[in-house]
């Protein structure tokens, strides 16, 4: 499985952007980045997922390093309901396995 | 969208105990489902893999014994922890792809989470 390496925590105020970075310099040429976030005391939710080329969906925008080795997921404009753990995982191909590290917690203040 | 459920949503049970949680994909059918579990301001771990129709896939280190699991049905897996004991409290959460779309570019949905207190 690649391993991943994200910041154990961020901050960010209201209403400004936020920029998660993740590295993943050994993932293989066919895994997807996938990123879930858990708010707590509840279950993941799913993100956002790339392969190559970035991707925007309502939540958030992923852009993928061109060499693949790294992706930042970016929130816009975060509010307080993003404030959660974030976790970026290389989802090996013909799998449906998710392997989780221990992702970033995001601090949104008012 | 897709939906999963967890039941019970928390429970509290003496040492020796054996407790059943269930998860449910609500307008999807799954045929495989995971179940983690988390520990406090810690990351999930996965336990093992449901089949529906099959025997469970656990990780290494976890104990088929002691954590049983049924599939029986194409919406439903259970999990058992038999003869709980207070080491056994943890957060245990399930997950299920949609069958039908296969391959890592779909993303899985996560039940609610299930915390278990053995006192």
């Known amino acids: 499985d690649a391993k991943t390496t994200q910041p154990n925590s961020m901050e960010s105020n209201e209403e400004e952007p936020v920029h998660l970075p993740c590295n993943h310099s050994?993932?293989?040429?066919?895994?997807?980045i996938h990123w879930y976030r858990q708010l707590p005391s509840q279950g993941p939710e799913y993100v956002i997922h790339?392969?190559?080329s970035n991707v925007n969906n309502r939540m958030a925008s992923l852009a993928i390093a061109e060499d693949r080795k790294s992706s930042t997921l970016i929130l816009h404009r975060a509010t307080l309901r993003d404030a959660a753990v974030y976790y970026c995982?290389?989802?090996?191909?013909?799998?449906?396995?998710?392997?989780f590290g221990t992702g970033t917690r995001l601090q949104v203040f008012p | 969208g897709a939906v999963v459920s967890q039941h019970p949503s928390w429970v509290i049970c003496k040492s020796g105990t054996s407790v059943k949680i269930e998860c449910r994909s609500l307008?999807?059918?799954?045929?495989?489902m995971f179940w983690y579990r988390q520990f406090p301001k810690q990351s999930l771990m996965l336990m093992a893999t449901?089949?529906?129709?099959?025997?469970?896939?656990?990780e290494q280190g976890v104990e088929k014994d002691k954590f049983l699991i049924n599939h029986a049905s194409l919406t439903l897996s259970t999990l058992t922890v038999t003869s709980a004991h207070p080491e056994d409290s943890s957060f245990y959460i399930c997950?299920?792809?949609?069958?039908?779309?296969?391959?890592?570019?779909?993303?899985?949905?996560f039940g609610d989470g299930t915390r278990l207190s053995i006192l």
């Open positions: 997950s299920a792809p949609r069958s039908g779309l296969w391959g890592s570019n779909q993303p899985q949905h």
């Open positions: 050994t993932i293989s040429g066919t895994d997807y």
């Open positions: 790339g392969l190559t």
């Open positions: 995982i290389p989802r090996i191909r013909n799998t449906d396995k998710l392997i």
């Open positions: 307008d999807f059918q799954a045929t495989t």
């Open positions: 449901s089949n529906e129709g099959s025997k469970a896939t656990y």
